[in-house]
Nanobody, 114 residues
Framework: QVQLVESGGGLVQAGGSLRLSCAASGSTFSMGWYRQAPGKQRELVATISKRGNTNYADSVKGRFTISRDNAKNTVYLQMNSLKPEDTAVYYC???????????WGQGTQVTVSS
């Protein structure tokens, strides 16, 4: 069992920046961030593999950067040029090496004001 703990959410004005962190209690194969806005389904934001291969949703390309520190079992999401439509609860996600077990953090609120 892997525990995920997120931090870094908050309130920011449009055009501002925010950095999210997620610390895992153990090693993982891949990690990523998902988000869910009120009344909408959860969507993929970005993922990163153990070796550093990344994938981004089209809506955040060029603005968000995902990275990880394998020594600390931690994944980060640097969010720049934030827009009101980025407002959502952001969830950290991790996959085990067997590709079957999936873990989720408790979520952290990101609110971008106009």
């Amino acid at each position: 069992q892997v525990q995920l703990v997120e931090s870094g959410g908050g309130l920011v004005q449009a055009g501002g920046s925010l950095r999210l962190s997620c610390a895992a209690s153990g090693s993982t194969f891949s990690m990523g961030w998902y988000r869910q806005a009120p009344g909408k389904q959860r969507e993929l934001v970005a993922t990163i593999s153990k070796r550093g291969n990344t994938n981004y949703a089209d809506s955040v390309k060029g603005r968000f950067t995902i990275s990880r520190d394998n020594a600390k079992n931690t994944v980060y999401l640097q969010m720049n040029s934030l827009k009101p439509e980025d407002t959502a609860v952001y969830y950290c996600n991790a996959l085990s090496y067997n590709g079957i077990d999936e873990y989720w953090g408790q979520g952290t609120q990101v609110t971008v004001s106009s």
